[in-house]
T-cell receptor, first 117, second 114 residues
């Protein structure tokens, strides 16, 4: 059972450029979550998918951010016109949501560290 | 809305000593509670979780946590710390009604003295 993978692990870009990150969840997991973590803080929720449907977006997710999970497997997070304030670690997590049970357990990938110059 | 408070930003402990990390949460119903650990530049690793049942839960690496509803707390403990336990620890709360998304505390950084 391979874990959650994210690519790239590090990205350095100039302000104004577009960047795209990829997340590959654990294969049988139907839920996929994106979080952002700035230095010295806990992760903050951005958005999540149930299969290919995006069910919720945080107010943190401005119009410059877009996420997709086209076939219910991998997901991409794109940031357009990056700003220095976008510099952070972007974490992806996946879980198996069952109809009959309450909580689910999220397993995290290693993250993508974004630096905007 | 859910919220999590980890009152201690830093804790320094001697190797072999016991460790307790505090976590207080705010949520109207019974939440699902988690502790994750993060090494520098890495993702989060699940230590343990509480969904229901026995309020004392055992996790990996010798950690345990106790859910106390009356105190809205979920404190993490380890009887004897190893140098490899130096890391940042995050408490998180989730709820099915909120899509099971996690709300994290600010984290506690643990330093281990030899």
């Amino acid at each position: 059972d391979t874990g959650v993978s994210q690519d790239p692990r590090h990205k350095i870009t100039k302000r104004g450029q577009n960047v795209t990150f990829r997340c590959d969840p654990i294969s049988e997991h139907n839920r996929l979550y994106w979080y952002r973590q700035t230095l010295g803080q806990g992760p903050e929720f951005l958005t999540y998918f149930q299969n290919e449907a995006q069910l919720e977006k945080s107010r943190l997710l401005s119009d410059r951010f877009s996420a997709e999970r086209p076939k219910g497997s991998f997901s991409t997070l794109e940031i357009q016109r990056t700003e220095q304030g976008d510099s952070a670690m972007y974490l992806c997590a996946s879980s198996l949501e069952r109809r009959t049970s309450g909580g689910n357990t999220q397993y995290f990938g290693p993250g993508t560290r974004l630096t905007v110059l | 809305a859910q919220s999590v408070t980890q009152p201690d930003i830093h804790i320094t402990v001697s190797e072999g000593a016991s460790l307790e990390l505090r976590c207080n949460y705010s949520y109207g119903a019974t939440p699902y509670l988690f502790w994750y650990v993060q090494s520098p530049g890495q993702g989060l690793q699940l230590l343990l979780k509480y969904f229901s049942g026995d309020t004392l839960v055992q996790g990996i690496k010798g950690f345990e946590a106790e859910f106390k509803r009356s105190q809205s707390s979920f404190n993490l403990r380890k009887p004897s710390v190893h140098w490899s336990d130096a890391a940042e620890y995050f408490c998180a709360v989730g709820a099915r009604a909120a899509g099971n998304k996690l709300t994290f505390g600010g984290g506690t950084r643990v330093l281990v003295k030899p």
